[in-house]
T-cell receptor, first 117, second 114 residues
Framework: DTAVSQTPKYLVTQMGNDKSIKCEQN?????MYWYKQDSKKFLKIMFS???????INETVPNRFSPKSPDKAHLNLHINSLELGDSAVYFC????????????????FGAGSRLTVL | AQSVAQPEDQVNVAEGNPLTVKCTYS??????LFWYVQYPNRGLQFLLK??????LVKGSYGFEAEFNKSQTSFHLKKPSALVSDSALYFC????????????FGAGTRLFVKA
């Protein structure tokens, strides 16, 4: 199936730990994103990468470090986890190569629910 | 600042009745507007978008949305609601700042009662 897949789906960890979430898309898209959805369901963009290059970094703490080894993968590493990091993290992708990039649709993964205790 | 607003946290409607989920936007230039739906424990799914042209846009699952430039609105509508339409609906605008990014509204929870 063509999709955006994230692992793990659930992650429970202690404050201060370091954890990673992985994302892969097989849609052939050139742009990938990380979004954070908080407990009130508010969605906020964190990062976007286009062809492995960081394009958008939305004033996210330095503890969050995205890495894109190739255009099909975008991983999120979080250091020194805090209680406020508890959220659902969504990976998404889109194809932004053409001049109508504003019209392009995001395809989302199913989310990774992070709980920090 | 470029943004979208969804004034209703929740919309309740009886099955078979028409539904409207409201969205207003604030962008410079021509807006690229979208509606996405999120079912429990799932990622967002695209419903429809407005880029240019006809102000009435038709999308998935019988949904449509009307772009109104003078009122800066993009309300989501469906003539006859189904219980299975119950979900969280997000209005979004795609803006360019370095690269393109999609900004979402706060979401509106739709409850359709049988």
């Amino acid at each position: 199936d063509t999709a955006v897949s994230q692992t793990p789906k659930y992650l429970v960890t202690q404050m201060g730990n370091d954890k990673s979430i992985k994302c892969e898309q097989n849609l052939g898209h050139d742009t990938m994103y990380w979004y954070k959805q908080d407990s009130k369901k508010f969605l906020k963009i964190m990062f976007s990468y286009n062809n492995k290059e960081l394009i958008i970094n939305e004033t996210v703490p330095n503890r969050f470090s995205p890495k894109s080894p190739d255009k099909a993968h975008l991983n999120l590493h979080i250091n020194s986890l805090e209680l406020g990091d508890s959220a659902v993290y969504f990976c998404a992708s889109s194809q932004d190569r053409d001049r109508n990039s504003g019209a392009n649709v995001l395809t989302f993964g199913a989310g990774s629910r992070l709980t920090v205790l | 600042a470029q943004s979208v607003a969804q004034p209703e946290d929740q919309v309740n409607v009886a099955e078979g009745n028409p539904l409207t989920v409201k969205c207003t936007y604030s962008v410079s230039g021509n807006p690229y507007l979208f509606w996405y739906v999120q079912y429990p424990n799932r990622g967002l799914q695209f419903l429809l978008k407005y880029i240019t042209g006809d102000n009435l846009v038709k999308g998935s699952y019988g949904f449509e949305a009307e772009f109104n430039k003078s009122q800066t609105s993009f309300h989501l509508k469906k003539p006859s609601a189904l219980v299975s339409d119950s979900a969280l609906y997000f209005c979004a605008v795609r803006v360019s700042r370095g690269g393109f990014k999609t900004i979402f509204g706060a979401g509106t929870r739709l409850f359709v009662k049988a």
